[in-house]
């Protein structure tokens, strides 16, 4: 965006996804060992794409949710909404990405506001997640995106939907590009990435 505004992205990750799962012999792949991973607004659209995926019978193995953006109604903007995530507030600055950043993207990427209520947009508005793929969720303390984040974990766990939620203690939002840089962050980026690997590994 804002070449492309909603629902492109969606559309794109999801006709990719469904493609490979139609093609993945000739990627000498196994179907059943199929996942979709994505951070940031790639977490929405991972998550997004996973939803799509159980309605079209398509079953993955496994989806890996790194901070992602779970629910824009309101854009970042509206005080009200704003209050269901704590984090918005207590992160809105000084933590490399801000809640003024997150008004700009949800500006480019929804033509009408309207558009946030979709689940191809706020997959924590989806009428339902059971029957989903098997969920490695991480967040990070001190990101705007974290209280969003863990209540998709929770909203999935309540769902029936199998649940490994990283907190991500004392890291910020982009932790998993940071392994140079923090220790931390590189422990905590693989930690996940394992407990990812290891569903797929097992298969749905």
Not at 56 to 83: C, S
Not at 165 to 175: D, F, S, V
Request: net charge negative; hydrophobic share 45%; charged share 25%.
């Amino acid at each position: 965006p804002p070449e492309t505004r909603f629902p492109g992205a969606f559309e794109d990750a999801f006709a990719a996804t469904r493609d490979v799962f139609t093609r993945v012999a000739e990627f000498g792949g196994d179907a059943k060992r199929l996942g979709v991973a994505g951070d940031s607004a790639g977490g929405n659209l991972a998550a997004t794409t996973a939803i799509a995926c159980r309605d079209a019978g398509i079953r993955l193995a496994a989806q890996l949710l790194v901070y992602p953006v779970t629910d824009v109604l309101g854009a970042y903007a509206d005080a009200r909404e704003n209050a269901r995530y704590p984090s918005r507030a207590e992160n809105a600055d000084g933590y490399f990405l801000t809640r003024a950043t997150m008004e700009w993207f949800c500006g480019h990427y929804l033509a009408d506001p309207a558009h946030a209520t979709d689940w191809r947009v706020s997959p924590l508005r989806a009428a339902s997640l059971a029957g989903l793929a098997p969920a490695i969720v991480t967040t990070a303390w001190f990101d705007p995106l974290r209280d969003e984040g863990a209540a998709y974990a929770r909203a999935l766990e309540a769902a029936g939907v199998k649940v490994k939620h990283h907190e991500g203690p004392g890291l910020i939002h982009g932790y998993f590009g940071m392994g140079d840089a923090s220790e931390v962050a590189r422990a905590e980026a693989q930690r996940a990435r394992a407990d990812f690997k290891a569903l797929l590994i097992r298969g749905a």
